[in-house]
């Protein structure tokens, strides 16, 4: 999970959200039970999240989903990365299961709603093909303090020239964990 520096504002939202959201509706059947669709959790949560001030952004990068929670009024921000999985990585329709499930589920975790469901049947047979490794070794963790930090400063900045933060940042975020104080830097940079 990446976070802004601070993040007051945003656990303020986020704890009246918690308060204010109701259980989701199981309004899907899926081969082996009921669940909640996505359309029923995006009818469940993003009325509530307005009316908090919090902005919902989820979109694929490559092999991973961001999800994105933002403080409209300071800016704060929390993060987080779920791999895209699909039974056969070359079928769009199989992709975009796997990215309906991976948004639905990322939501539902993130923001810590009441709801009972394990359908994913799509996105999780046994036949199921990663689009990520699955024995990649943790990522090493890149903070301002760490030994790798001077070159990593030094490419961060050179990329900044010609690229959006995003992109730098969404690059970085593939070799390292990144420290809430190198998403600051990149952040503040102009």
């Known amino acids: 999970m990446i976070t802004s520096e601070k993040t007051n504002n945003l656990n303020k939202a986020l ?3 918690q308060s204010k959201a109701g259980k989701v509706t199981k309004d899907s059947k899926g081969n082996f039970a009921k669940y909640a669709s996505l359309t029923s959790v995006l009818d469940t949560i993003v009325p509530i999240l307005k009316e908090v001030g919090v902005l919902l952004i989820q979109a694929p990068m490559n092999t991973v989903l961001v999800t994105r929670l933002t403080h409209v009024e300071s800016g704060e921000y929390v993060e987080c990365h779920h791999d895209l999985v699909s039974k056969d990585p ?9 990215l309906t499930y991976a948004r639905r589920y990322s939501l539902v975790s993130m923001l810590s709603l009441n709801v009972d469901d394990d359908d994913g049947s799509l996105a999780s047979k046994e036949e199921r093909k990663s689009i990520v490794k699955k024995d990649e070794k943790p990522l090493p963790e890149l903070n301002t303090k760490s030994s790798k930090w001077p070159t990593a400063k030094k490419w961060i900045l050179d990329n900044l020239k010609n690229r959006t933060k995003e992109s730098v940042t969404k690059e970085i975020a593939e070799k390292y964990t990144l420290g809430n104080d190198v998403v600051k830097f990149i952040n503040d940079q102009k």
């Open 15 to 17: 704890f009246d959200f």
């Open 90 to 98: 070359n079928d769009p329709q199989k992709i975009g299961s796997s």
